[in-house]
DNA sequence: TAGTGGTCTAGACCACCCC
DNA sequence: GGGTGGTCTAGACCACTAC
């Protein structure tokens, strides 16, 4: 008698089919080596005798762990991990350097706008003035990466707008209006990718993301920036450095 | 003729049923009030005029966002938002405290290991020496937040395993082996909830996590411990203050 | 025991890519 | 056109909770 092993008894952890099947297809991915295809999801789900919405929910996890890639009308493909990005006040394109990647960045939009309250607020500008709100696509090796969303207060960096695009943001700060960036406080949590952002990073709908919120401010602590981000959660892991709040 | 507007045209934001369908939930959400209970998934089902998969794909998408939460064989209720952890040197309970939360901490196990390789290079010991791993469930306000598994050298700190579960660990290390915390690397990435984590943490097996990784080192830069995190998506955001690299 | 959420199925249809 | 992934459906059965 006796309830012997794999009961999965209360308070244990029970295995769903779809998460037992992730065995078996990170078999197959490590087959097709980098980049190599995988099966359809058909006959995946005749092979392992599950049905498509099964294999499709192991995919999802799979993808979202970043084994594995895939592309509408093409196909399904073995992953190419994550890379690591450091926090810190520096630029992406020097980051993706440093690791090997060819990175670039498209100025999607770069518009003036009113102040709302909140954003007033962050930037320490009275509600309803000028705000220049930039938005770009980053990708590394033409890969879409992230989507930046930054505001900049005009009433401190007037003709701003005329001049990004040229060289990086935070040169034409430092050279134009003598302004170089002390700190800042960077939030990260998950998110879900919106129906604008998958069209723009070639994700899924729903798919994992981390979302980064950056508040910079100069040397004299002013605040230089509020910028939202979101970077595909299959494709990024952030570190940190950490030091110790009482120094001895 | 002429494709007017909501032709969701090529390139465009495709909103899919089950993204739509959270607009309607969220004022259900909002009128429920904090905790409060929401209809059933087959009643949605039936409101909305979907079928109950595509609400539940809708309700887990609300889930991951920290807007509502799941009971198994009780209900769907709104969500508590997310609380926010610094990033910092400091422990768990210090922590929470300071956001009006009763933080508990369960030592779910207290195990000496040998070192296998990838820990001993990370902890700077020989290969096959000894290493105290503890495990630890994490709650705030009695409710379980993050599971958190920690190694640390036990030829550094010899008898570390009987001290543990007194007091807080930071504090033994200082007062037994005049040992303190200098700085730390910390890598923060998203993650899916394994069968373990979900049974724990009352979670859905594929739950949206992030994953900290934190390498810590003493004010002599000696690895003190390795800890391997894992929180709950709908429950945390972190933050952390970056300072500039170039003080000047 | 009745109701709730959790898992799985088989099949339909759409959108996209490539030949 | 034919294949691939993306979305949605209707329904079955299981596991858990509350009564």
């Given at each position: 008698m006796a309830d012997?092993?794999?009961?999965?008894?209360r308070?244990t952890?029970?295995?769903?089919?779809?998460?037992a099947?992730?065995?078996?297809?990170?078999?197959?991915?490590?087959?097709?080596?980098?980049?190599?295809?995988?099966?359809?999801?058909?006959?995946?789900?005749?092979?392992?005798?599950?049905?498509?919405?099964?294999?499709?929910?192991?995919?999802?996890?799979?993808?979202a762990?970043?084994?594995?890639?895939?592309?509408?009308?093409?196909?399904?493909f073995?992953?190419?991990?994550?890379?690591?990005?450091?926090?810190?006040?520096?630029?992406?394109?020097?980051?993706?350097?440093?690791?090997?990647?060819?990175?670039t960045?498209?100025?999607?939009?770069?518009?003036?706008?009113?102040?709302?309250?909140?954003?007033?607020?962050?930037?320490?500008?009275?509600e309803?003035?000028?705000?220049?709100?930039?938005?770009?696509?980053?990708?590394?090796?033409?890969?879409p990466?992230?989507?930046?969303?930054?505001?900049?207060?005009?009433?401190?960096?007037?003709?701003?707008?005329?001049?990004?695009?040229?060289?990086?943001?935070?040169?034409?700060?430092?050279?134009?209006?003598?302004?170089?960036?002390?700190?800042?406080?960077?939030?990260?949590?998950?998110?879900?990718?919106?129906?604008?952002d998958?069209?723009?990073?070639?994700?899924?709908?729903?798919?994992?993301?981390?979302?980064?919120?950056?508040?910079?401010?100069?040397t004299?602590?002013r605040?230089?920036?509020?910028?939202?981000?979101?970077?595909?959660?299959?494709?990024?892991?952030?570190?940190?450095?950490?030091?110790?709040?009482r120094?001895?």
């Open positions: 012997i092993l794999g009961d999965n008894g308070k952890a029970r295995t769903p089919k779809h998460w099947l992730k065995d078996g297809l990170v078999s197959l991915v490590a087959d097709a080596g980098p980049g190599g295809p995988l099966p359809g999801e058909r006959a995946l789900a005749e092979r392992f005798g599950v049905s498509r919405t099964t294999v499709r929910k192991a995919l999802t996890e799979l993808m762990e970043g084994r594995l890639t895939r592309v509408h009308g093409s196909g399904t073995a992953g190419a991990g994550k890379v690591t990005q450091r926090l810190q006040l520096s630029s992406y394109t020097e980051d993706m350097r440093s690791h090997g990647l060819n990175p960045s498209a100025l999607l939009e770069a518009t003036v706008e009113i102040a709302e309250p909140d954003v007033a607020a962050l930037l320490a500008v009275s309803g003035s000028a705000v220049l709100r930039l938005r770009r696509l980053r990708s590394a090796d033409g890969e990466m992230a989507i930046e969303t930054s505001r900049l207060p005009l009433s401190r960096f007037p003709g701003l707008e005329e001049r990004v695009g040229d060289t990086s943001l935070y040169g034409v700060l430092w050279e134009h209006y003598g302004v170089q960036l002390g700190h800042a406080e960077e939030t990260i949590e998950t998110a879900l990718a919106t129906p604008a998958a069209a723009l990073l070639g994700n899924e709908v729903g798919a994992v993301m981390l979302r980064l919120s950056r508040h910079s401010f100069d004299d602590n605040p230089v920036e509020w910028v939202r981000s979101v970077y595909r959660g299959d494709r990024y892991k952030f570190v940190a450095t950490l030091v110790s709040p120094p001895q």
